[in-house]
Each structure stands twice: as C-alpha cells, then as structure tokens.
C-alpha cells in the first residue's frame, strides 16, 4: 500500500475524477493553483477548464458516463483501517471448540434483513436509471440471486424507460423494470435475498408503487431519502433532444430547457453534447411517513425500508425516530462520499458524513431507542465497502452485548467493479485481445480464467450454466469466494463461529481520534484488567 495522502486543498485544481491537472506539481497549498500561474499554460487545471465547460466540470467526466463509477478523492481522516481484528487462541463460540469442527469453511455468514435470509450479508445497490447500471444489469442481477444477496432496483427507471406506458401520468407497463425484476427471479432460489424496489418522490407520482406490487408482485420496497453523495436528488445525462424533450414531458427537471429554441441550435451546434435529468427531493415528515408505511403494507408491501444519506447528526436522530415510529423493518445509512452514476465532485469529496463517523451516530441513535424500549429497525450500512474486513468492523462495532444492530453491508461501486471487468475481459477473451500476463497465468478462454464455473456446473448442471452471463458469475465468485471466504476465515480467527457473535471486544482502535468518535478501545488499552487478573492468579 502507498502512503496515506492527507487531502487538502492542493488537490482540487487538479483530478483524475474531472480530467484536469496542474503544470506544476508544488502548488499553492491554500488554493490549489500553479504558484505560478502562467498565460501559455497548455494543461487544463479545474479552474481553467471551467472557463470553457463551467458547470460539467461538477461532474465526473461526462465522456465516460455510463461507463463508468465515481466517488470522493478525500482522506476523511478515519476509516475501517483505523481499526483492527482481534485473533483469540482460546475456545471456540458458534461451534464445538473440537479442532475437527472449528474451521473456517464451518463459520456461518448468514444474516437476516428485516426479516430476509442473506447467504452472505451483502445487499447490492442501489441500482436505478443511471446508463452504467442498465448497460450490466444482468450480471448483477443474476449474480446476487447465485450469491444469495438482495438487489435493489434503483430510483426512476420505470420514468426513464422509453418503453413505459402511461395513463392518466401513472406507470402501467415498463419493459425495463419487469426485464430487471424478472432476471434477478431466473436464478433466485427463492428464500435467500430479494428483489427490491426503490422509490423516490420522482417514482412515488408515478405510481411505481402500485404497478410493481400489483403487476410484478414485488413485496419490498424501499422508499429513498437521498444519500452521502448526492443530497440533492439523482442525476443522468441524456444525449439526444429527443430524450430529453421526453422526460420533461413525464415530469422531470431537464437542464438546459430541451423546450427552448436557443438550447436546441445550441445542442446541434454541438456547444454542449449532452442534458442533465435531475430528480426532486422528497421533504420527509413524520406523520406523512407513517401514514405512508400503513399505505405502502395495506397494498402489499411485505417488507418497507428507508434509503437516506449522511444527513448532520440531528437528521440522523430523527430519520431514526421516524424510522421507528413507522416501524420499517430495516434502513440503510449511505456514508460519505461515493456514487454509481453521476454525483458531483464536489459533494462526493466535501459534503456529508463520512461512513464510520456516521455508523458511530447511527449506533447512538439505536441504543437510545432501545433503552426506551422502541422499535429499532435492523441497519444496513453504505458508503465505500469493498471488502470483508471492512465488512466485519462494521458490524463488530455494532454490537454492544445483544447482538449487532447492522445486519447487513450495501455495496454499489464494488460489485458494478466486478461486473465490468468481467465484462471487458469476457470481450477480450472473444477477440483474442487479453493481455499476455493475464491469459499466460489465468488461460484464454472464460472457462478458464472464471474459476467458479466448476462449483456452479455442479449446483446447476452444465447445461444450466451456459445461460448463466459472465459477469453474473464474476459478480458471484467476488461475493462468495472471495467476500464469503474471507469472512469466514476472520470469523475464525476470531473464534467466532458465526456472524452474529462479533461483537465490540473483536476490534481495537489504532488512533486518537477511532476512539474517540466509536467509543472502540485503543489497542494499547485493551484488555488491560484482564491482563492483571491472568497473571495474578
């Protein structure tokens, strides 16, 4: 690993995220730019290339929208690496401490979300109409349902699908949104994981409710309160007039004005090459949330969650407090700063609660609500988790003696990571393009280089497999062989058998500062009277 890099201002007249640099790498500390800012300057630095394309500097780089994922460039000064597992020697929890039975491929990794058995405590997403997320849906789609993950179907895709059918401005049909539920159900065993829809106030006019419970019977919907990275509603690009005439027309913000006789020469004139689609944000309140859960059950919901960002801790208080009047059954707390689509830079990098500051609000918020004795909705923590150390912290610090309050670990930019590449390489392998190191280590062919197939041939049948896309298998061996794997040999390093027993006790704080916003021990602290006890006996 490199070393860690303290963001500053000195980063932000230049990134990878936006496409820009500077001439010089020694710039101003306090501004970022070129000490010496110079008239013939052939780079293009944010403040330069801003003078050209002003507000698409906001954005990732609009070229390779829906082709890829964003997120923050910041060194928020504390994450999951500011903590670390703690081996134990001693007996065994969850199993028989029997050294023929303690192993790691026993340890069970198995969780429940409001109420939904997961194979691996992982629910992906969410996934809505942004280009990147439609262009690999089946792989991740088809991917959780062999993983035994949920997936959620995001925000505005009946709204942005062209081939939706509309009376009276509410949703009857949607190509794109039965396409997405029916390919996670192909493969889904039908009792690990779910299918779930999001839907925001965009999808709530529409009437996206009624039309995926009634005619495409999904049970669990997820009602989205913003995110860490976005506060301020989801964004697309569209890069036809006709779009973007289209979606104004079904009630969406479209900047600029597609209506506008300027805007139009404008864009064919090829001044600018694409428009944004923005969405509303809801203005939640407390009782039109409730009496909103009581509606969404009555008309078949199963399950209701809520999705929300990283909101100043007071919001936190109270999205919990509404959360548990409503009685959800689960809610995802989306930490700063990432996105799937198209957040802007600035609001990725600057804006919002980082997710380990936030869990530790989150974790507050809980134990208030049950030491009142108040409903408290199973958790799911976003923002930035890749892995399963990462995975295991998370909830280890959810637990404060009566078992972890965090259920589960939502993951958007990793499992899409996983499905892309197994997209392009799956290309390449057509081609005969693969990189020489790459095919000489792993083979040419994707049965080859895709070692699930084997384990999945022998669960499915060869016959079966051959239906199963690539990248769906990719996303399945991340999960499981990898994810799941290395979950469970932390598990067993910890002599912790199963993943509800983690507990605070299995990590330690390795700063000042992890300590002092979780409450976590420092590890030169731990086990200090224990210490004493061992040896005075």
């Known amino acids: 690993m490199g070393e860690r890099v303290q963001w500053n201002s000195a980063f932000q007249n230049g990134m990878c995220l936006t496409g820009t640099q500077t001439r010089v790498r020694d710039v101003s500390p306090q501004s970022g730019m070129c000490a010496l800012c110079i008239r013939d300057c052939p780079f293009l630095c944010e403040v330069g290339l801003s003078a050209f394309r002003g507000r698409e500097v906001l954005y990732p780089m609009p070229d390779y929208f829906g082709r890829s994922t964003a997120a923050s460039l910041k060194d928020y000064r504390l994450d999951w690496s500011d903590f670390n597992i703690m081996a134990e020697l001693l007996g065994a929890k969850g199993i028989p401490p029997d050294p023929d039975l303690a192993i790691f491929e026993n340890a069970d990794i198995t969780t429940r979300v409001g109420g939904i058995p997961l194979k691996v405590p992982i629910i992906a997403g969410a996934f809505g109409s942004t280009a990147v997320a439609k262009v690999n849906w089946d792989g991740l789609a088809v991917g959780c349902a062999l993983s035994g993950a949920s997936i959620v179907i995001g925000e505005n895709v009946c709204g942005m699908d062209p081939n939706a059918k509309f009376t009276g401005g509410k ?25 779930v829809v999001q839907t925001n106030i965009e999808d709530a006019r529409l009437g996206v409710d009624d039309y995926v419970m009634s005619k495409l019977e999904v049970d669990v919907i997820e009602r989205k309160w913003g995110q860490g990275a976005k506060a301020i509603g989801g964004e697309v690009r569209l890069t036809t007039l006709e779009r973007a005439k289209e979606l104004k027309e079904r009630g969406y913000i479209v900047i600029p004005d597609p209506d506008d006789p300027g805007v139009q020469e404008a864009f064919k004139a090829g001044v600018f090459k694409s428009f944004e689609r923005h969405s509303r944000v809801g203005m939640p309140k407390l009782r039109d949330f409730v009496e909103d859960v009581v509606s969404l059950r009555e008309r078949g919901a199963r399950v209701v969650t809520i999705k929300t960002g990283a909101y100043r801790p007071s919001t936190v208080a109270w999205t919990m407090k509404v959360a548990s009047e409503a009685e959800v059954d689960y809610i ?6 990432g996105g799937t689509g ?32 108040r409903h408290v909705p199973d958790i799911c923590m976003a923002g930035g988790f890749m892995n399963e150390t990462q995975i295991y912290k998370s909830i280890a610090m959810s ?6 309050f965090v259920k589960a670990i939502v993951m958007a930019r990793a499992p899409l990571t996983a499905v892309m590449k197994s997209s392009y390489f799956e290309e390449l392998a057509r081609e005969g393009k693969l990189p020489k190191a790459f095919s000489d280590r792993y083979g040419s062919t994707p049965e080859k280089f895709f070692k699930a197939i084997p384990d999945l041939e022998a669960r499915f049948g060869k016959e079966k497999v051959k239906s199963i896309p690539y990248p769906a298998i990719g996303l399945y061996t991340y999960f499981t062989d990898r994810i799941g794997v290395g979950l469970k040999q932390l598990l067993a390093g910890s002599r912790k058998f199963r993943l509800d027993l983690l507990d605070r006790r299995d990590i330690a704080a390795l700063t000042e500062r992890a300590h002092k916003v979780t409450g976590i021990p420092l590890l030169e602290e731990l086990d200090s009277e224990e210490i004493e006890l061992i040896l005075d006996s």
């Open 342 to 373: 198209m957040s802007p830079v600035p609001m990725m990098n600057e804006m919002s609660t980082p997710t380990v500051y936030l869990e530790a609000q989150v974790l507050r918020c809980a134990q208030i609500l049950k030491k009142k004795g």
């Open 399 to 404: 637990n404060f003696g009566d078992g972890p």
């Open 171 to 195: 949703v009857t049909y949607s190509e794109d949104m039965e396409h997405r539920v029916n390919k996670f159900r192909e493969f889904w065993d039908g009792v690990h994981g779910e299918v």
């Open 332 to 337: 995802t707390f989306d930490g700063a700063g």
